[in-house]
T-cell receptor, first 112, second 114 residues
């Protein structure tokens, strides 16, 4: 039981490049979330998926897209990376009936 | 949007000391959660609180859900070096339906001197 896994662990992009961050959970959770973490600002919600087939914007969705591929996987895509998207990205999942979220180890992204 | 104010921002204490941190909001919250983040890792849940006035312990950690539902605190007793990390409060506010969307505080960075 691996919990929430994220790939890659580190990534460096040039401005304008695109990439997809992968997230998978093996806990059979319905809901999944993408956050970004910047120094002194806590975690901010980018997008979330309440269940397979649905996605909704969070607090900071601009510049990102998501895909809930199936119940296990929730990917985050940067179509044209900008330096302002340099951050640590966390994926999380949540079982039904609770507000507790379980986090992956994060992807550290630098955009030059 | 909703905001949580977490304080203090950072603490540098001696091993063995007790630690206290808190979070406040202008809005009513349904749930309060406390997470710890070790360097280079994702946040890990420490304590979850679901009812106003609830006081819950997890080893040397104790957290309370404020009576007004607008605040929560976390205490760590007899700190040890492995308590080092960033502590986050988080919660779901009243009116957020069943989305499970969490609002996070800015974090408290704890350093412990052996």
């Amino acid at each position: 039981n691996a919990g929430v896994t994220q790939t890659p662990k580190f990534q460096v992009l040039k401005t304008g490049q695109s990439m997809t961050l992968q997230c998978a959970q093996d806990m059979n959770h319905n809901s999944m979330y993408w956050y970004r973490q910047d120094p002194g600002m806590g975690l901010r919600l980018i997008y979330y998926s309440a269940s397979e087939g649905t996605t909704d914007k969070g607090e900071v969705p601009n510049g990102y897209n998501v895909s809930r591929l199936n119940k296990r996987e929730f990917s985050l895509r940067l179509e044209s990376a900008a330096p302002s998207q340099t951050s640590v990205y966390f994926c999380a999942s949540r079982p039904g009936g609770t507000d507790t979220q379980y986090f992956g180890p994060g992807t550290r992204l630098t955009v030059l | 949007g909703q905001q949580l104010n977490q304080s203090p921002q950072s603490m540098f204490i001696q091993e063995g000391e007790d630690v206290s941190m808190n979070c406040t909001s202008s809005s009513i919250f349904n749930t309060w959660l406390w997470y710890k983040q070790d360097p280079g890792e994702g946040p890990v849940l420490l304590i979850a609180l679901y009812k106003a006035g609830e006081l819950t312990s997890n080893g040397r950690l104790t957290a309370q859900f404020g009576i007004t539902r607008k605040d929560s605190f976390l205490n760590i007793s007899a700190s040890i070096p492995s308590d080092v990390g960033i502590y986050f409060c988080a919660g779901t506010f009243y009116g957020s339906s069943n989305t499970g969307k969490l609002i996070f505080g800015q974090g408290t960075t704890l350093q412990v001197k052996p």
